[in-house]
């Protein structure tokens, strides 16, 4: 019941004046909603974005996650996805990309 008064006042809610009049607070992109965007272009780009929606569900949507999954991570995420065994080798490709640009 406290959850739903406290839902009932967030609709309530207006933008800070710091935001504009006619802002709304709930349309404002989030970092994180930023970096997912990046990492289903990123995807998309190896020809693998019909993924994304499997990975982002499994928290792989930041590319400093992406950058730090280990081969066991990979392989898990190859299986969840059912990726045929070329797409699997061109996405390991690119995670290895990945870390060797973080260097």
Not at 6 to 27: H, I, Q, V, W
Not at 38 to 67: C, M, N, T
Request: hydrophobic residues 40%; negative net charge.
């Amino acid at each position: 019941l406290a959850f739903f008064s406290l839902r009932e006042n967030m609709s309530e809610t207006t933008a800070p004046p710091s935001c504009g009049a006619n802002a709304d607070f709930f349309d404002i992109a989030e970092p994180e909603e930023d970096e997912a965007a990046d990492v289903e272009r990123w995807l998309s780009e190896l020809g693998l974005g019909r993924y994304f929606g499997l990975l982002q569900a499994e928290g792989f949507d930041h590319f400093g996650i992406i950058r730090g999954a280990t081969e066991e991570d990979l392989t898990e995420l190859i299986t969840l996805c059912a990726m045929p065994r070329m797409h699997a080798k061109h996405f390991r490709r690119g995670i290895i990309q990945l870390q060797r640009s973080e260097e």
